[in-house]
């Protein structure tokens, strides 16, 4: 082989190998160090702006909106974000300044984040209940119909709120499938809708629970409060049946002396291989949060480390979101709730393994999302 083909083949190789870690799809990792957050702008007005960590002076805003931004979410090709202002859901391409009027949304509460399917095709987002918008030809249908509470009603526990989490991007490579939190009166549960029947699935007899897509179809049901469910790791084989599931991993006893361990999130770090993460409760009075990893094909624990949230004087500290490598988490310091339900203040990112501060910005930060 002479070196000129050496040197095609190994090119070819490495823009395989780069593909390959850019490919979004269910049990399928890509490291992201882009994230992105509301703040205000120089007018006042809440806007979105993009960081990428370690070129923190490339900082740019992203939005120009005439009101302010509600909420937003990411498409996975980074090209674009979807948002909502004025009373419209937004396109908003990431290197030009004009964005896109997609619908009108008429709803003024319960509005949840923009969500995009993985292949860039589809947008759910709230408005009443949940709805599906097709990029290819903007048309949109209604998913779901919010049931609110009235003085009418029956029964309280006939509200259901329903807002959009995470497309299912099956082994096919078909988006058919769509992750739904449900709020109901004072709990919440999860559901998968079948984007083309519309029939919805509810985890029926566990409480403050979430949803989590894993490699292979299935998922993981994860989430549990101090009134209501253990905390307990449940897997379902099938997402078309996720009512018929198995209890996994019982983590109460991982950490000792604590009253009790919360599971507030959860991400398949690897294929079959989950990061979960989550605060404790001890006699202790800075009680600090946890994570672990557990491998589904073996059964076994990885690991279980807790970590000391930074502190503030005048507020708890309330933490965001992991990175898609499960490496970094978003915090609040000083933080409050903006008028939409999202947690804002002083943004500080720390890595997880080591608990060290790599990025801090302070101000009125909201809703800091990574990269897919």
Do not use: C
């Amino acid at each position: 082989m002479t070196q000129s083909i050496k040197k095609i083949t190994l090119i070819v190789i490495g823009i395989m190998a780069f593909v390959s870690l850019s490919i979004q799809a269910q049990g399928t990792v890509s490291i992201s160090r882009t994230g992105y957050y509301i703040a205000p702008d120089t007018d006042g007005i809440q806007q979105v702006f993009q960081l990428v960590l370690g070129e923190e002076q490339n900082t740019r805003q992203i939005t120009y909106s005439a009101t302010d931004v509600l909420n937003y979410g990411i498409a996975y090709d980074a090209l674009s974000i979807a948002y909502i202002s004025d009373g419209q859901l937004w396109l908003q391409p990431i290197h030009t300044d004009e964005p896109e009027s997609l619908t009108a949304v008429s709803a003024s509460e319960y509005l949840h984040n923009p969500v995009f399917s993985p292949d860039s095709q589809y947008i759910a987002y709230t408005d009443n209940g949940v709805w599906l918008l097709e990029l290819s030809t903007r048309e949109t249908r209604q998913l779901l119909e919010n049931i609110p509470f009235t003085t009418e009603s029956e029964s309280v526990g006939e509200l259901r709120i329903y807002s959009p989490k995470q497309f299912i991007w099956s082994a096919n490579g078909s988006v058919a499938q769509l992750v739904v939190e449900i709020g109901m009166w004072e709990w919440a549960t999860a559901g998968i809708i079948d984007l083309t029947s519309g029939e919805l699935q509810m985890i029926e007899e566990v409480t403050y629970t979430d949803i989590l897509p894993l490699y292979g179809n299935r998922v993981l049901i994860y989430g549990n409060n101090a009134m209501n469910g253990n905390p307990v790791l449940r897997v379902a084989v099938d997402d078309n049946d996720i009512n018929t599931y198995d209890e996994v991993l019982d983590f109460t006893g991982l950490l000792d002396n604590v009253i009790t361990l919360f599971a507030d999130q959860a991400i398949e770090i690897a294929p079959g291989t989950v990061r979960v993460l989550g605060t404790v409760m001890s006699n202790e009075p800075d009680s600090g949060a946890f994570y672990f990893d557990y491998n589904l094909m073996s059964n076994e624990v990885l690991g279980v480390s807790t970590f000391t949230l930074p502190t503030s004087e005048s507020s708890p500290v309330n933490y965001g979101t992991l990175s898609s490598d499960g490496a970094l988490l978003s915090m609040y310091v000083e933080f409050a709730w903006t008028e939409t339900g999202h947690t804002f203040g002083n943004l500080r990112i720390a890595d997880v393994v080591t608990g060290e501060e790599v990025f801090a910005l302070d101000g009125h930060i909201s809703d800091f999302q990574w990269q897919p």
